[in-house]
Every structure is written in structure tokens, then in C-alpha cells.
């Protein structure tokens, strides 16, 4: 199955929202993940450090399978994190897994 990238980007001062929304969020990658269809995901934190702590995260990145674009960019748009109003721009490219 072909793999997607969906890149979000967060709105500005979204940390609050961010967390109160996170596990629906989280139970929608744990779906992903339990099909065998998550590669990565994760936050960009809005500063240098694994630990951002008040500055919180300037949006995400998920890579997972989808059987076309269209899928992709559907199921994108019906994250928490989306329908919340927490990312105000996602991406949603075909991805192409080249190393490791």
C-alpha cells in the first residue's frame, strides 16, 4: 500500500487546544498503528528542544498508508486536531520510504 505524508501546522498559541484535544487525536493513531499502518508521527516542537515546554508544538507529522491520495486526505481532514481548529494548513503528499 502506498505511504502518505500529512503535515500540519499548527495555529498560533495552540498548546492549550492541543492537549484537550490530544486523545482523540491519539486513539485515531492508535487505529493507524493496530492496522500495521502508521510508519511515524509526532509533533515539530516551536523550539529547539525535545521538551518544549509553554512554546508547545508548531504541527505535526504523520506517515502512514492509505490506498490512494484521495483516502489520505480524507481521513486527514477528519482529525481532531483538524476539525478543532488546531492545524490551520495540512499537507497531504505521497511519500516515498528510502531509507533506513
Do not use: Q
Not at 4 to 27: M, N
Amino acid at each position: 500500500m502506498p505511504l502518505y505524508a500529512i503535515i500540519g501546522t499548527d495555529k498560533a498559541d495552540s498548546l492549550a487546544d492541543r492537549l484537550a484535544v490530544r486523545p482523540a487525536h491519539l486513539a485515531r493513531m492508535e487505529l493507524l498503528k493496530a492496522e500495521g499502518r502508521l510508519v511515524l508521527a509526532g509533533p515539530f516542537p516551536a523550539i529547539d528542544s525535545i521538551d518544549p515546554g509553554p512554546a508547545g508544538f508548531s504541527g505535526s507529522l504523520i506517515v502512514a498508508e492509505f490506498e490512494c491520495l484521495t483516502d489520505a486526505k480524507t481521513w486527514a481532514s477528519a482529525d481532531p486536531y483538524v476539525t478543532n481548529g488546531i492545524f490551520t494548513d495540512v499537507s497531504v503528499k505521497p511519500f516515498r520510504h528510502v531509507l533506513p
